[in-house]
């Protein structure tokens, strides 16, 4: 059978911002072969999608409202283990990429990579059933960093989501039933524990291990 009459590969794409999904689907339409039969921009709207239409790839982001990125791949794995799932991802951590190859997704794609990676990953999915960057690669390979729960108490984390979210010691404090001061001594544990110098970092590891939303 010639290339051009070979069964154009069908995707569905799913981000939660609009120009950054057009973007993809120009690039996705660029592709030979290739076919975008439908967009969601959230979790929900992705899975009511696939019940009426069956791509061959599902191209996701992770942080979406709602449903994210990684409990999709677990009902896509579940209710229909055919379709493979790319990840396309802004979160460049270890953690975030082994927990989407573990919820299911068969590819995982930076959203700072080259254009080109975005072929590779989907005739490499197509053709061998996985697709990763090199630099995935070697992330996989490496050991996990400590879990959040291995590194602070449960205390902490709810002192940690509060100060992230914006929050200041005292208005943490009448919530916790805590002093000011008690609530002060948690964040400089917290901040000697996991080795952050200030707030913004505090912050960024916050929303890289989705105790607030970016």
């Given at each position: 059978m010639r290339p051009e009459e070979r069964a154009p590969i069908r995707v569905v794409l799913a981000d939660d911002h609009e120009l950054v999904r057009s973007g993809i689907n120009a690039l996705l339409t660029s592709i030979s072969g290739v076919q975008v039969i439908a967009e969601a921009g959230s979790g929900e709207e992705l899975l009511?999608?696939?019940q009426t239409v069956r791509p061959d790839i599902v191209i996701t982001d992770i942080g979406m409202p709602g449903i994210d990125g990684y409990a999709v791949c677990e009902r896509i794995r579940a209710e229909s283990p055919e379709v493979r799932v790319v990840v396309l991802s802004a979160d460049d951590s270890i953690e975030a990429v082994k927990?989407?190859?573990?919820s299911g997704a068969c590819g995982y794609i930076r959203k700072d990579a080259a254009k080109f990676e975005l072929e590779l990953a989907v005739r490499g999915v197509m053709q061998t059933g996985s697709y990763f960057t090199s630099?995935?690669?070697q992330d996989l390979l490496r050991p996990s960093?400590?879990?959040l729960h291995q590194l602070l108490t449960e205390r902490q984390v709810e002192v940690l989501t509060?100060?992230?979210s914006g929050k200041s010691a005292k208005e943490i404090g009448f919530e916790l039933g805590l002093s000011s001061k008690t609530v002060d001594a948690h964040r400089a544990n917290i901040m000697e524990r996991l080795n952050l110098r200030d707030n913004a970092s505090l912050i960024r590891y916050a929303i890289r291990n989705r105790l607030v939303k970016d």
């Open positions: 009511g999608i696939l927990k989407a190859v573990a630099r995935v690669t960093a400590p879990q509060m100060l992230a």
